[in-house]
């Protein structure tokens, strides 16, 4: 289905198009822009309220400034859509997030006007300052350097730390804080309430309007009573809200709050703001999903709902007639339920996702026993080391690709120190139309290297189930475990708990020739393609190793003693992961069996479905099937050769 942009959004294709337009027409720009973003996504899916709420601020920032050479840096990227119909990728917009299609984030390689690649939070002061302090090194004195932060991605610390080295070093830097209370879910911590202090104040903000009212128009002070202005600002906001302004502390030009809806009113702040040198903050507030009522009304359901009739509202699900594997995460939600009710020790530690890890579930059955920390990665994995230092067991949920952001911690603060945090890193593996920003590539390498650590994976729910059982009994130590985005295997998935032995693996199937060691979900792959080579007359061997550290050596011992090749797959990166482990364990006892891996190549794997990709990667059932052919034909020949030779 076609999307029919409006009239005046028809006829741009770039923000020169964009800047022809009278102030007066913004107001219907900003419908019409907003009507297509809700046509597109209600069609073709994808992130939904973020770029509502900036429709606005978007058509302001290009309308004034002058992009591409002005470089625009959008935090996170969820509400770039508006960004990227603006910037000439209008018509190629319903191929956002499929297979081949355009990124769902901003992307270097994609557009010019993309300034900075991002998906994960908090970059976007941090990049900025670093083009603004390089062309004024360069000698671009007349560039301009913006950076949209949402006030959820502001309680990350790298955004502090950008902030506090961009007051000091007096480059051009805008930053734009969006505020609206919202991250994915809804923002917590002091910041949250800081930020509350100022858009409700009803005082400041009336006296502060008051004041630049009347000396605008009084010359008696001067040419420039701005200028006064702002000096009388400063002592009217450390009266009238009895603390210091925050970001005025950090040597920083603070403006507003403003209406983020008011697109005129931008325009105007946003051209007076362009002749300001200096490091500047400019604090609009806005509503998530604005102009779509449900939206606004339920922001986190509203936040990604999928495809939905724009009509009614209605989110589109699939209807199933017999019962339907649940997704890992609310396995692993309602497990630790389970388990903080017979181990009064539990607690659950999540940085901003409860719904995304549904942690939420603990969080409302539990509330003092379960922690959403802000988007803060580092702090959640210390925060949980603390706790384990007092005899408590911290299950400490974090997406894989986020658990990067915080490695330094898991290393120093928690293997080190031998302690008992449980790190449960969903999404590991491929996370979908998401993108590489996203996808779980590296945790079995990362986590795999760290003394102390153990690194597991389940192939179903309740080994998923058996492994948080496991990981909270006493003595367990640093423990990970990766599953990945999506549903498992399992409708009845609510299985009794049993003890998993740490470094024992699953026979699957037995047979002969070639053996397949899976590691993880990615092994139900692996029993499809054994089910496609048995109707073939081959007879693979099946093993769930369920550890990649440690191994289960006396199983492995006993499989490179007995097949004739081995075919290891993991939905994780090739170097330093499973099959490098199995490796490492042949060359340690003088195994020389071939080997083929499959996993993730090293390369830069773009977005699509997980299957998509399992394909593109080679190691979807079909994938898994040919290598054991492949294998097996090498092998016939091996055997054939010695028998002539002999």
């Known amino acids: 289905m076609i999307v029919e942009p409006g009239e005046l959004l028809a006829a741009i294709n770039s923000p020169d198009d964009l800047k022809k337009l009278r102030e007066d027409q913004l107001v219907q720009l900003s419908q019409e822009l907003r009507q297509f973003i809700i046509d597109s996504v209600s069609i073709y899916g994808g992130h939904f309220g973020a770029s509502l709420g900036v429709v606005e601020l978007t058509v302001a920032l290009h309308y004034i400034f002058n992009t591409p050479f002005d470089q625009l840096v959008w935090d996170v990227g969820h509400q770039a859509y508006g960004h990227k119909i603006l910037t000439g990728r209008r018509d190629r917009f ?22 900075f690649g991002v998906g994960h939070s908090s970059t976007s002061i941090g990049a900025a300052l670093g083009m603004a302090v390089a062309s004024e090194y360069k000698g671009e004195k007349d560039r301009q350097h913006i950076a949209v932060i949402g006030d959820g991605a502001m309680t990350a610390g790298m955004a502090f730390e950008a902030l506090n080295h961009a007051g000091v070093e007096k480059s051009n830097l805008l930053v734009i804080l969006n505020d609206n209370c919202m991250s994915i879910d809804p923002n917590v911590g002091a910041l949250k309430e800081y930020l ?17 009212n009347v000396l605008g128009k009084l010359s008696k002070f001067g040419p420039n009573p701005q200028h006064i202005a702002r000096k009388v600002e400063t002592a009217m906001k450390a009266t009238l809200m009895k603390q210091s302004n925050l970001f005025e502390a950090l040597k920083f030009r603070y403006f507003g709050p403003v209406d983020g809806h008011d697109v005129n009113h931008l325009v105007t702040i946003l051209r007076d703001l362009r002749s300001i040198p200096g490091p500047k903050l400019l604090h609009c507030v806005t509503v998530k999903g604005k102009g779509y009522a449900l939206a606004e009304k339920d922001q986190t359901l509203w936040h990604a709902p999928g495809l939905f009739d724009k009509i009614t509202g209605e989110i589109y699900k699939k209807h199933h007639e017999k019962p339907q594997p649940p997704k890992y995460q609310d396995v692993f939600g309602h497990t630790i339920v389970e388990l903080a009710k017979q181990n009064s020790k539990i607690m659950g530690v999540t940085p901003a996702m409860p719904s995304g890890s549904s942690l939420n579930i603990m969080m409302e059955a539990m509330p003092d026993r379960a922690f959403d920390v802000g988007i ?136 002969e020739g070639v053996a397949i060691l899976s590691f993880g979900h990615i092994g139900n792959y692996a029993v499809r393609a054994t089910n496609q080579l048995l109707a073939e007359g081959l007879e693979p061997g099946h093993f769930d190793m369920r550890f990649a550290k440690p191994l289960d050596e006396e199983m492995l011992h006993d499989i490179l003693s007995r097949y004739k090749a081995i075919v290891t797959v993991e939905d994780g990166c090739l170097q330093g992961g499973f099959g490098s482990a199995v490796l490492e364990f042949m060359a340690d006892h003088g195994y020389s069996v071939p080997v083929k891996r499959l996993g993730i190549p090293d390369r830069v794997v773009e977005h699509g479905t997980q299957d998509e990709l399992y394909k593109e990667c080679g190691f979807d059932a079909a994938g898994i099937a040919t290598a054991v052919r492949e294998l097996t034909g090498k092998v016939a020949a091996q055997i054939g050769i010695e028998t002539v030779i002999l």
Request: hydrophobic share 35%.
């Open 94 to 115: 319903p191929t956002n997030r499929r297979y081949n299609g355009m990124s769902g984030f901003p992307k270097r390689s994609e557009s010019e006007y993309d300034a």
């Open 196 to 212: 509350t202090d100022i858009t409700t104040s009803r005082t400041y903000n009336k006296v502060r309007d008051e004041l630049w």
């Open 376 to 511: 803060a990665e580092q702090h959640a994995v210390v925060f949980s080391a603390g706790l384990a230092t007092q005899g408590l067991v911290p299950f400490c949920n974090i997406y894989s690709s986020f658990m990067q952001r915080a490695y330094d911690q898991v290393v120093h603060d928690v293997a080190l120190q031998n302690l008992n945090v449980v790190f449960c890193l969903d999404r590991a593996g491929f996370a979908g139309a998401d993108g590489p920003t996203h996808h779980g590539s590296y945790d079995i390498a990362y986590m795999r290297c760290i003394p102390n650590m153990v690194v597991s994976a389940p192939m179903n729910e309740s080994e998923l189930r058996n492994l948080m059982y496991s990981a909270q009994l006493p003595d367990a130590g640093p423990f990970s475990i990766r599953y990945p985005r999506g549903e498992g295997v399992m409708p009845e998935w609510r299985t009794p708990f049993k003890k998993i032995t740490v470094g024992t693996g699953r026979v699957i199937r037995e047979g």
